[in-house]
Each structure stands twice: as structure tokens, then as C-alpha cells.
């Protein structure tokens, strides 16, 4: 079993900067690629980016340039820094956990409000 705990989330200027986390615990080992996805409202869950175990990372193209997602060191959260954020990235950003065997794993999701 795997828990992850998205944080972050909030109101944001067009063109300002978020950083959310993921914080990960449980049997971590098993998943063998983390990412992030989004909701806007009236949509379907989008997938925006994805790291492997081994640090292999791939982007959507409407965040390519925009955002990074990182791990930390411990490799007990994994980030995704949002830069030059605009009205059409709100969304609820949720956490992913894919294992070799099984469902995914999903957070609770954080709002991300990009409004002036």
C-alpha cells in the first residue's frame, strides 16, 4: 500500500509560480513511475508529467517548459514547480503512483487557482 498527500495548492497571479508536493510513504519500492495530473472543471483528468524510477521525466506538451518534477534525495516527496502559470492551468493537481502490479495510487488532489 502506498499514501500520497498532495500540498501546495492555492491562488496565483497569472504569470507567478507554484511549487506543490507529494508526500509519499508506505511501500514506495513498488511504483515504478510518479507523475502528476490535473482536472479543470467540466474535463476530463489530464495527464502533465512523469518520472520513472530511474529519473526517465516526459511532459505534456502544454506544460513542456513550464513545469519540473523533481524527487527529493530521501525520495520521500516528489514536486511539480509550476512557473508562468495562466488562467488555463487551474486545475485540481493530483499526485500519481504507478506500480508494476496492481491499480494506481492517487492523492487527495490541491486546488490550483491561476486568477488575477
Known amino acids: 500500500q502506498v499514501h500520497l498527500v498532495e500540498s501546495g495548492g492555492g491562488l496565483v497571479q497569472p504569470g507567478g509560480s507554484l511549487r506543490l508536493s507529494c508526500a509519499l510513504s508506505g511501500d514506495i519500492s513498488s511504483i515504478l513511475f510518479w507523475g502528476w495530473y490535473r482536472q479543470a472543471p467540466g474535463k476530463q483528468r489530464e495527464w502533465i508529467t512523469a518520472m520513472t524510477r530511474a529519473g526517465t521525466i516526459t511532459y505534456a506538451d502544454s506544460v513542456k517548459g513550464r513545469f519540473t518534477i523533481s524527487r527529493d534525495n530521501a525520495g520521500n516527496t516528489v514536486y511539480l514547480q509550476m512557473n508562468s502559470l495562466a488562467p488555463e492551468d487551474t486545475a485540481v493537481y493530483y499526485c500519481?503512483?504507478?506500480?508494476?502490479?496492481?491499480?494506481?495510487?492517487w492523492g487527495q488532489g490541491t486546488q490550483v487557482t491561476v486568477s488575477s
Open positions: 500519481n503512483g504507478k506500480p508494476q502490479l496492481g491499480i494506481d495510487y
